[in-house]
Every structure is written in structure tokens, then in C-alpha cells.
């Protein structure tokens, strides 16, 4: 059974930083592609970044662009997102996701599991 575990969210003042681990369990994790999600009260849920099976392509929106980072361990079967100057707008759940195989899936039908979700809030 495939498990996928949030963790490292909180509250944070703006222009704070977090790093978000998520620990995947019960796949072959370096066959798959990460992904991080986001979703705000009222609001669907947003791709936020991935990264490929072998962690050497990332891509992702352009909101987050020169603030967030995605990285991955495959020896440990870990995925990050480092988030640095954040902001309110950041505020979210956040989920990780996975992907069986290549390519760079950015749509959430696209993934094949997903985690819990975790919560992030960056006061003003």
C-alpha cells in the first residue's frame, strides 16, 4: 500500500521560510515523479513544482518561480519543497504527489497517489 506523508508546515511570518518533507512508502519511488500541490479555502487545488524520477529535471509554476525549490532523495525515498519569502498568498494545504514514469505531469488527474496534505500559513 503506497503512503505519502506531509510534513514540516506550520505558521510562518511573511518573508519566512519552510521546508515541507514528504515521505513516500510501498512504491518503487525513483520510477516516479514528485509533485507538489497546493490548495487554498475555496480554491482549487494548483500545481505548485516537480521533479522528475531521476531529480534532474524540476519545473512549475511561475508564482512560485525563484522562491521555491523541489528536490528529491531517492536514496530515502524523500521529496522537499523548500519555500523561501513567503507570502499570505502562499497559504495553503499542502500536498505531495506522485506519477508512475517520465514525463513532467503538472495536471492533478495526472498523478497517481497523493498524501493528506499539510497545512501552511504566512501571516502578514
Known amino acids: 500500500q503506497v503512503h505519502l506523508v506531509e510534513s514540516g508546515g506550520g505558521l510562518v511570518q511573511a518573508g519566512g521560510s519552510l521546508r515541507l518533507s514528504c515521505a513516500a512508502s510501498?512504491?518503487?519511488?525513483?520510477?516516479?515523479?514528485m509533485g507538489w500541490f497546493r490548495q487554498a479555502p475555496g480554491k482549487e487545488r494548483e500545481f505548485v513544482l516537480g521533479?522528475?524520477?531521476?531529480?534532474?529535471?524540476?519545473y512549475g509554476a511561475d508564482s512560485v518561480k525563484g522562491r521555491f525549490t523541489i528536490s528529491r532523495d531517492n536514496a530515502e525515498n524523500m521529496v522537499y519543497l523548500q519555500m523561501n519569502s513567503l507570502k499570505p498568498e502562499d497559504t495553503a494545504v499542502y500536498y505531495c504527489?506522485?506519477?508512475?514514469?517520465?514525463?513532467?505531469?503538472?495536471?492533478?488527474?495526472?498523478?497517481?497517489?497523493w498524501g493528506q496534505g499539510i497545512q501552511v500559513t504566512v501571516s502578514s
Open positions: 510501498g512504491l518503487t519511488f525513483s520510477v516516479y515523479a
Open positions: 521533479i522528475g524520477w531521476s531529480g534532474r529535471s524540476t
Open positions: 504527489a506522485a506519477r508512475r514514469g517520465a514525463g513532467a505531469p503538472s495536471r492533478t488527474e495526472e498523478f497517481d497517489y
